[in-house]
């Protein structure tokens, strides 16, 4: 390993970094973290942190559970990779598809798919969801239906359905038959419709609405997050998963929880589907699977939507696929993560340190007129979204938003950016004591300004 001084000059160079400006690196160096423990960083330049946003809402046991990383150690040593394409497989891949299946259950869901992570899980569904149709004798049922805000990563079909256009416009034109619902946004959103049930009804009626315009026998899927992460930690009402399984139902089309960030206890469920009373036709997941430590993600598939593939002709056949699909040394992390996950039932931890961080930033919001809007409750997701009028919900600017993140990080938390929201994830192992840090930090982050 180089020296600190040898990275600080190198940083900016050689790397372009996902999801920033390649310019901007020399002039504004990222932070280098070099050390993680329980759920704290160290940066190379002293400061040690706790960590409010979990990696990238992933590192759900904290960065120090032996067991997971043992059996990713014991795996190499065993097996470090073969293929899974069909005609081989490995032991670590058997047992986690099976632990897989046995945790998404209650979920209705019976088969697994593979993948290296999220974007690849989502594509992958968008792919089945056409295929089952077409299996089916519906092959005009192509289209997609998501909600804007939505995060669904950034392969082709993902940033299609994608309802934030930063991710989108640099790269137009995507997937064709594409469209998107408002988002269950109760503090913007084009109905100014406050309430969040009857938003949700709105949205509903928006939804059958564009399904007629659309022809109901040409749409697939439709996609949501249970809670959506990135656009903001949109919290629907818990009405609104339940009203778009019934239009889902109505009109034939699969519905897909996109569980990548609420999969594995984050939102104080096992799953965010479970958390609003919902079975979806298919899942995909990501992240907390394997708590970051090894890129795993994978599509979940009902037994309804799997009989239909199983028992077609030649035509049932999966094209799709990834070299590190069922990768042994990630299998091996997912097996030992979700026994870690069910051990320390992290959903309960989630639960109540999600109120606490709630009800904490809630206090603050009392104190700092900057917060406009704070979004959580349900599990250890939190949004602050920060505005410079109140009265106005004017979107507070970049550069104060970057000394809001500055300062906190001074004061002792790593907090994420959304363009002027704070997005906060935190380990779901996180005890009382830590989450008071977070909050002192941001009283400290938002004096700052
Ligand atoms: N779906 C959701 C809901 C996500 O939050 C993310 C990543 N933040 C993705 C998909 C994409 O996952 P990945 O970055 O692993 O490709």
């Not at 084009?190 to 709105?202: G, N, V």
């Not at 938003?401 to 907090?415: L, N, P, S």
Request: glycine residues 10%; proline residues 5%.
């Amino acid at each position: 390993m180089k020296d600190d001084n040898f990275l600080r000059e190198m940083n900016g160079r050689h790397m372009w970094q996902p999801m920033g400006h390649p310019g901007e690196a020399q002039n504004s160096p990222p932070r280098i973290i070099k050390t993680a423990e329980g759920v704290r960083l160290s940066d190379i330049d002293g400061h040690s942190v706790v960590d409010a946003v979990g990696g990238l809402w992933c590192v759900n046991l904290g960065y120090s559970n032996d067991a997971v990383k043992q059996a990713i150690s014991d795996q190499l040593w065993e097996l470090p990779y073969y293929s899974a394409f069909a005609g081989t497989t490995n032991p670590a891949a058997i047992e986690a598809a099976y632990t897989v299946r046995e945790f998404f259950a209650p979920d209705g869901m019976e088969r697994v798919f593979f993948t290296s992570g999220g974007s690849d899980s989502v594509d992958t569904a968008l792919r089945l969801a056409r295929q089952y149709h077409r299996l089916r004798g519906e092959p005009t049922r192509t289209k997609f239906l998501s909600l804007k805000k939505g995060y669904h990563g950034t392969h082709w079909g993902g940033a299609s359905v994608n309802g934030n256009n930063r991710f989108r416009i640099g790269y137009e034109p995507l997937l064709p038959g594409c469209f998107h619902l408002p988002a269950p946004y109760p503090y913007r959103n084009p109905f100014d419709e406050s309430d969040p049930a009857r938003l949700a009804e709105k949205i509903a009626a928006a939804m059958v609405d564009e399904i007629e315009f659309q022809d109901p026998s040409t749409i697939a899927a439709f996609i949501m997050e249970p809670i959506l992460g990135a656009g903001g930690v949109i919290v629907p009402d818990a009405s609104f998963m339940r009203h778009m399984r019934e239009i889902c139902d109505r009109y034939g089309i699969l519905m897909i929880s996109d569980e990548v960030i609420c999969g594995f206890g984050r939102t104080g469920d096992w799953t965010g589907a479970r958390h609003w009373g919902v079975q979806p036709d298919m899942m995909t997941i990501a992240k907390g699977v394997t708590s970051g430590y090894f890129p795993v993600g994978g599509v979940l598939v009902s037994g309804t939507v799997a009989e239909v593939f199983e028992g077609a002709d030649a035509s049932g056949a999966i094209w799709t696929g990834y070299t590190y699909s069922a990768h042994p040394v990630g299998a091996a992390a997912v097996v030992a993560c979700l026994s870690e996950t069910q051990r320390l039932d992290t959903k309960a931890n989630a639960a109540a340190r999600g109120t606490q961080l709630y009800e904490g930033v809630r206090r603050l919001a009392e104190k700092h007129d900057i917060i406009g809007d704070v979004r959580g409750g349900h599990g250890l997701m939190t949004g602050i979204e920060i505005v410079s009028d109140r009265a106005a919900k004017t979107p507070m600017d970049a550069t104060t938003m970057q000394r809001i993140h500055a300062a906190t990080y001074e004061a002792g938390a790593m907090v994420r950016l959304g363009a002027h929201n704070i997005l906060m994830s935190p380990p779901l192992v996180i005890s009382e004591a830590e989450i008071d840090v977070i909050l002192a930090a941001l009283d400290a982050g938002f004096s700052a300004v």
